[in-house]
């Protein structure tokens, strides 16, 4: 998406910042990839944490997935809207890969309190997309709504564009837990009775908090590599999040609360 | 953003839309296309068990419906009640379908997924015939433009795979979609339920002669005749990354550019050539429809987000009044005359709607004189806009026909609309790019060119005072033209009479004739009793920004019966003369009008003086 955006207002550069909600538990590599990229491209990176959440200890391990994907993911990104009045953000979110994420407007209005009214969305006609807001109202964009999970690694391998390491295969040290390969991307991952990481061959197709993102198996070190393995999937790249799987209609609930 | 920019196969992916009301199996069919297509991934399949078990209608069997209703309302109430997109790919091309719901009640969210779709599957349950909402769906399919279709008869197998049923069926249809204007209607018999004839052939079916639903997606040529059609760029934004480079971004909506082509910017008539095109990646020599590109010109002129650039042997249409066919989307219904917004490309401005001409019965295809447009109604209507805007006919451009109005309180989007034609015969009459401008004419003269518009009762003094001004002007050499509302009433405007219409249109061509003589740098001295506020704005409105100055000759009523040159209020208050302001009709004072003059206590010659003097000041004249 940053590519897209940095096309779209070439010879310009990119007229608005980069914001980032960190949740502190994003892998080591992530974040450098991130800076890297801020420093190479020379944009305005914002880096926000929920100060509140880390203060009472809000984590992955200690409140479980659902309170921490809560505080630190949600609340930290309304946080962070309305620290910088932002009227707009936009997202790399595709509708190809939730269910409740198929309805999602390309132009989605957000209230003054960050709700998403599925029930009563702007109809979206053509390319014509009404943004109008009213004060402290907002919109969540996004552009690649129409793109699939294979349309963005052709696009990446034809563009050459830059990406995490974590996406390419690599030995990694990894413990195996309710089915899912978590990797130890730190010592903040206390290991349960038994548990012990091994060295395992490993790549992520989503990138998430470390400790509620799963690893596949795979020889994918190359963009022709994945390519291939994605047209032979047989499951789709939200299954490596945990998150999701807490109840019923989870994703549509965390958008309603202003997930992005 | 659109669609992504590389895909699987050569063929560019096809947009599709499912139409058919709750049961006639279109959920079951996506569910269907995207199960054999092996699209379904594992961990969304053992989902979709569960959930067959606890939502399900189908028994112990998997219910491919729940695979693509996504919201959890709508599953309770096992039905669509939005837009959902789905995206799968064959061997051969990829395809987003947009599955909407299909009562009548979600006509704008049917309208809303048929918008950007190339072909729509119409689903018949064959036990059931062309139902009303066959027909419904069809006439909103062909609305918004798609131009092939697919008649899927669904359930093929719960009438015995009866090839008569199927034949009866595609016959009424055909009869139907004549006035349609689809380009080509494939009728398939199918089972969503058990896949007959959707990935395959089914032997079930052997009278059936004509191949797979699948096998025809991935075949059909939706004909892309928006490279073909003349260059139309609407301007989104004007890229200034430094003093030396000024570029208008923009995705090409149909032809194509290339380095050192003429384009005309279709609102002000001015030519430029194209000195550069800039794409995300560097320069290109040429681009076309569908690319997103900054082009820069080889002369400065005035460009700004909204203008469509054009090519100039064949320009879009400019005008401010067209009749369109208008889709509503709001609850609250169409009020007449109320101001909203119109998007149209990248182009906002405040519209109305002047004349809804009919309302269309979408079941009947009737047409139904209406007031007003309520949710999910469509009818046939002239717009106004407040500025002129570019655009071609819906049926021969999409992206230059289609817009949508928004509410100006709430920001909701209350309507989506597609332009028939322009309505005046000024519309296609491009306006000229003038070389030699209103300034210099003006400057010529020694003079900043002015419209003195003269209000007041009958008698007041206005035609005197205007006489005395222009006289003055005419010794200082400055260059003056008058028009006073007795003698143009016997002229130009003869055919008019003093009804409030009649009044509204009198000074509706003054304004016009005031802003031609402006236009040639002229002091033009405007005499009319003009007795609405409304139609003075009208005239200062027709004006050129600061060049309109409302001069009120104020004189109290018993005043001017007292004086009553021309014998009129005599003849008025006698009852002999009706519509005459001040008797029978309310003179409207002006509330900010920048010169008063007090006729019943000053002379005229005083009062000429002070508008001299006021010019001077303002400097349209030059001091002495």
């Known amino acids: ?260 | 953003m659109d669609d992504a920019p590389i895909r699987a196969s050569a063929l560019p992916p096809l947009r599709l839309l499912t139409c058919g009301s709750v049961d006639d199996g279109k959920s079951t069919l996506i569910g269907r296309l995207l199960y054999e297509q092996k699209l379904i991934f594992d961990d969304h399949l053992s989902a979709l068990e569960r959930d067959s078990k606890k939502y399900g209608t189908t028994g112990e069997e998997i219910d491919f419906a729940l695979l693509v209703d996504g919201l959890e309302a709508e599953r309770e109430q096992g039905i669509t009640i939005d837009v959902a997109y789905r995206y799968f790919a064959t061997s051969k091309r990829s395809f987003i379908v947009a599955d909407t719901p299909g009562h009548e009640q979600y006509t704008r969210n049917m309208a809303t997924g048929a918008s950007n779709a190339d072909l729509a599957i119409i689903l018949v349950d064959a036990r059931k015939g062309l139902l009303t909402q066959t027909f419904r769906h069809s006439y909103i399919v062909s609305l918004l433009g798609i131009r092939h279709v697919v008649l899927a008869v669904n359930k093929i197998d719960l009438v015995d795979f009866d090839a008569t049923i199927f034949a009866d069926i595609v016959r009424g249809f055909r009869a139907f979609a004549k006035q349609l204007g689809f380009l080509t209607i494939a009728p398939i018999p199918i089972s969503a339920r058990y896949g007959d004839n959707v990935s395959t052939r089914s032997a079930r079916t052997s009278w059936y002669e004509g191949p797979p639903l699948v096998e025809l997606l991935e075949s059909i040529e939706v004909e892309e005749d928006r490279s073909r059609a003349p260059f139309r760029m609407p301007v989104q934004w004007v890229n200034r990354p430094h003093l030396d480079f000024r570029g208008f971004a923009g995705s090409i909506a149909s032809g194509a550019v290339k380095r050192g082509d003429e384009i005309v910017v279709a609102s002000s008539g001015r030519i430029s050539k194209v000195a550069q095109i800039i794409g995300g990646s560097g320069e290109m020599d040429s681009a076309g429809a569908g690319d997103a590109v900054t082009l820069a010109l080889a002369d400065e002129i005035d460009v700004a987000r909204g203008d469509v650039l054009a090519a100039p042997d064949r320009r879009p249409e400019v005008a401010d009044q067209f009749a369109a066919h208008l889709i509503w989307m709001s609850s609250e219904t169409l009020l007449p005359g109320r101001s909203y917004l119109l998007k149209i490309g990248a182009k906002t401005t405040p519209a109305t709607v002047t004349d809804l001409r009919h309302r269309v019965d979408v079941n009947t295809l009737e047409k139904l004189a209406a007031k007003t447009l309520s949710l999910n109604e469509v009818g046939y209507c002239n717009l106004a806009t407040t500025a002129p805007i570019a655009f071609d006919a819906y049926g021969d451009n999409h992206q230059m026909g289609a817009f949508i109005l928004i509410d100006r309180f709430t920001n909701e989007t209350a309507a989506a609309g597609m332009i028939a034609h322009g309505l005046r015969r000024a519309t296609n009459v491009h306006l000229q790019n003038l070389t030699v401008g209103r300034e210099a004419r003006a400057k010529l003269k020694h003079q900043r060119a002015v419209t003195l518009w003269f209000t007041g009762l009958s008698g007041a003094g206005k035609s005197t005072i205007a006489n005395l001004v222009e006289a003055r002007l005419h010794a200082r050499g400055a260059h003056t033209a008058m028009l006073d509302g007795d003698n143009v009433r016997h002229g130009l405007n003869k055919d008019l009479g003093f009804t409030p219409v009649d009044r509204v249109e009198n000074i509706r061509r003054v304004g016009e004739v005031a802003r031609l003589m402006t236009d040639a740098g002229l002091i033009v001295l405007c005499s009319f009793i003009s007795p609405f506020r409304a139609e003075r704005q009208l005239a200062r409105e027709l004006a050129a920004p600061g060049e309109f100055l409302e001069i009120f000759v104020d004189a109290p009523l018993d005043v001017v019966v007292a004086r009553d040159p021309k014998g009129l209020y005599k003849r008025a208050l006698a009852g002999e003369i009706k519509n005459f302001t001040g008797v029978d009709q309310p003179y409207e004072a002006p509330e900010a009008a920048e010169i008063v003059l007090n006729s019943a206590v000053e002379a005229a010659e005083a009062l000429a003086d002070r508008v001299i003097d006021e010019l001077a000041r303002r400097r349209f004249i030059e001091s002495l």
């Open chain 1, 1 to 260: 998406m940053l590519h897209v955006a940095l096309k779209a207002f070439h010879p310009a550069p990119l007229p608005f910042p980069l914001l980032h909600v960190d949740t502190t538990w994003k892998f080591r590599e992530m974040i450098a990839f991130r800076d890297e990229t801020a420093r190479r491209l020379n944009l305005r990176l914002l880096v926000h944490t929920n100060q509140d959440g880390l203060a009472r200890g809000v984590s992955p391990i200690a409140s479980g997935s659902a309170a921490h994907t809560q505080v630190m993911k949600t609340e930290a990104l309304r946080q962070a809207l309305d620290k910088w009045k932002f009227d707009a953000a936009f997202g790399g979110a595709r509708r190809d890969e939730e269910k409740s994420r198929a309805k999602e407007r390309i132009f989605s209005h957000r209230s003054a309190a960050h709700a998403w009214d599925p029930r009563n969305q702007r109809p979206e006609l053509w390319r014509l997309f009404n943004t109008r807001i009213k004060a402290g109202e907002s919109m969540r964009v996004f552009p690649l709504s129409n793109w699939t999970e294979l349309d963005v690694w052709e696009y990446v391998r034809a563009e050459q564009i830059p990406v995490v390491p974590l996406y390419f295969a690599k030995e990694r040290p990894v413990v195996e837990r309710d089915g899912a390969l978590v990797m130890v991307d730190d010592d903040r991952l206390p290991l349960l009775p038994g548990e012990r990481p091994q060295m395992r061959r490993v790549r992520f197709r989503t990138l998430g908090c470390y400790p509620l993102t799963g690893a596949i198996e795979s020889e994918a070190s190359t963009l022709d590599d994945i390519i291939d393995e994605m047209r032979a999937a047989t499951t789709s790249e939200r299954q490596g999040r945990l998150i999701d799987h807490d109840e019923q209609g989870s994703m549509e609930k965390k958008k309603r609360e202003g997930y992005f």
